[in-house]
């Protein structure tokens, strides 16, 4: 080796910064998501505003059903019905649009299913005269509401890696749950203060049609089936609005100082990725639910999602009778004691999930540079960070740890302000006892609900929205069988036996299934795992099972 090559070796070597090795590292590995730190606030805004819709729309209507049984000279019973089927619609919904998300891009149907929404509520505030039309037109619009917080969840999945889910999951699914909470006391409000319940309905007018432009000029397409990582543009016709303005001045701007190339440039961005216009099997969130790992999953989340629906629902049956005799406006009102539980839960929650994915990626990692060890020179210490941005793939990390870590005790004193609740309702204790319970328990739920939801969609990062399905199919199922049984079974047994009852399915039941899910949900997962990529292989796999591999893992 001659001199000069030594003396270039070493000037190169001298020139090797902690800098210089990120970037390198940077450059070789593509991030998961290309869309900015400000796009990606500005989806999290947008997902949690589009989650309140389902909630919302079906608890704002509850203070409607005696107005409207008496201007439809109908009974209870019959307004009833259109409670009922808006919860089958609202299990069926996300089967139908939701999964076709995954594969036609999650921005169409979002669009398509605010518009279906607002035009049902139009429907609705203009119907004066028909029963039937209610139930048709309450069927419609959960058709429309209650398909989008599955896709909410498939576009968190599209943007953000499991190590830092949980800053978009927090807030979205917090405002899911406070639409559940503020319903009652918004829809009595309106209807207390306007005299009318027509003015309910307008207001979802309102709200669905702000949200649908709101779509439509900034949610840009994320579905990773069709833009990748976002750094693809899709066509002209799916990108937002004012996207598509702002591309075309740039374009215009560059034809205008003669740079031809830019503008062929910006016509190809606009050409956008081919769609294939396959329609996946809507039965596909259902076979997931027969995965060992999903079905326990699916338990904690139906169990806590319908233990805090029969709370909803047992407000207007306690307070209303002795000794509390509340009037409506006051019942509305204990309706925001959990509203604030989940409120406080909102940010909590993501900051807790993104820490805990923190902290066993270290310990799964077992580095020689741990947090605070200065050993090791620049360059080192430099890889060694970079080493640690960088997400570990699902399948050889035991999420299910991290999703539920501290979960057990929340789980155990979950049980305890359950059948707490429950015995305060019974006896008839002063009503600030089953308030400050219902505070404890909107936080709780919300806590595991979040906490969940992530790792049932992290188990199936193929078909995200998908599995959102399937979580969805059964919080209705749950929720409704709950709410069905709640006034036959506290007649029966009263309220005491019946939370009890409710506490040891959702606490204690939750609390073995968790146990199993980190003994061996990794396991199960990895199982899975390597069965679709067999299938894969061979050419077999067709993607409609599920996203994740065949049947039940064994």
Request: aromatic share 10%; proline share 5%.
């Amino acid at each position: 080796m001659s001199e000069a090559q030594i003396k270039e070796d070493k000037t190169s070597a001298s020139t090797t910064t902690p800098a210089t090795v990120l970037e390198q590292a940077s450059d070789t590995v593509e991030p998961y998501s290309a869309f900015s730190a400000t796009k990606r606030q500005a989806i999290t805004l947008l997902l949690s505003v589009a989650a309140l819709v389902s909630p919302l729309t079906a608890t704002i209507y509850l203070p409607l059903l005696p107005p409207l049984a008496a201007h439809f000279s109908t009974s209870i019973q019959a307004i009833n019905l259109t409670i009922t089927l808006y919860i089958i619609f609202q299990a069926l919904a996300p089967l139908l649009l939701s999964t076709h998300s995954d594969t036609l891009g999650r921005r169409p149907i979002y669009l398509a299913t605010f518009a279906l929404y607002t035009i049902a509520s139009l429907g609705l505030a203009l119907n004066r005269s028909s029963y039937a039309a209610l139930l048709i037109l309450r069927a419609v619009q959960s058709l429309g509401a209650s398909a989008v917080l599955s896709i909410c969840y498939g576009t968190v999945a599209d943007v953000s890696p499991s190590s830092s889910r949980g800053r978009i999951l927090g807030p979205m699914m917090a405002s899911s749950n406070l639409g559940t909470a503020i319903g009652p006391v918004l829809g009595g409000w309106i209807t207390y203060s306007s005299g009318s319940v027509w003015w309910a309905f307008w207001g979802l007018v309102i709200f669905g049609a702000a949200m649908f432009a709101l779509l439509v000029s900034f949610m840009p397409e994320t579905a990773r089936n069709v833009v990748g990582n976002g750094s693809i543009s899709d066509r002209g016709w799916n990108r937002p609005l004012v996207e598509l303005l702002t591309s075309r001045c740039g374009a215009r701007q560059s034809t205008h100082h003669g740079d031809n190339r830019d503008a062929v440039s910006g016509q190809r961005e606009l050409a956008g990725p081919t769609r294939k216009f396959h329609f996946a099997s809507p039965f596909i969130s259902v076979r997931m639910m027969f995965h060992p790992d999903t079905a326990l999953i699916l338990w904690i989340v139906g169990c806590f999602y319908a233990l805090w629906y029969t709370v909803q629902a047992s407000i207007p049956l306690t307070f209303r009778a002795e000794p509390y005799r509340f009037n409506e406006l006051q019942i509305g009102l204990a309706y925001l004691p959990g509203a604030l539980g989940v409120v406080l839960c909102m940010y909590l929650t993501g900051k807790a999930m993104d820490h805990n994915y923190r902290v066993l990626a270290a310990r799964q990692r077992g580095s020689d540079y741990g947090a605070g060890n200065s050993n090791g020179t620049d360059t080192e210490r430099a890889t060694h960070q970079h080493q640690q941005n960088k997400d570990i793939p699902i399948d050889e990390f035991p999420i299910e740890r991290a999703r539920s870590r501290f979960t057990p005790p929340l789980l155990l004193l979950s049980l305890i302000a359950t059948v707490g609740y429950g015995w305060a309702l019974h006896t008839r204790a002063h009503a600030a006892v089953g308030l400050v319970l219902q505070f404890l328990m909107g936080f709780l739920a919300t806590w595991i609900l979040n906490m969940f939801n992530a790792l049932l969609v992290d188990g199936f990062p193929e078909a995200p929205a998908a599995a959102a399905t399937a979580g969805n199919l059964v919080r209705c199922g749950f929720s409704a069988g709950a709410v069905a049984a709640l006034q036959p079974l506290t007649q029966k047994i009263g309220q005491g036996w019946f939370f009890t009852l409710v506490g040891i399915l959702s606490g204690a039941a939750g609390l073995v299934a968790t146990c199993v899910l980190n003994e061996k949900g990794m396991g199960w997962r990895r199982k899975r795992s390597e069965r679709r990529k067999n299938r894969d292989e061979k050419g077999e796999w067709t993607g409609r099972d599920d996203g994740g591999g065949g049947g039940g893992d064994r």
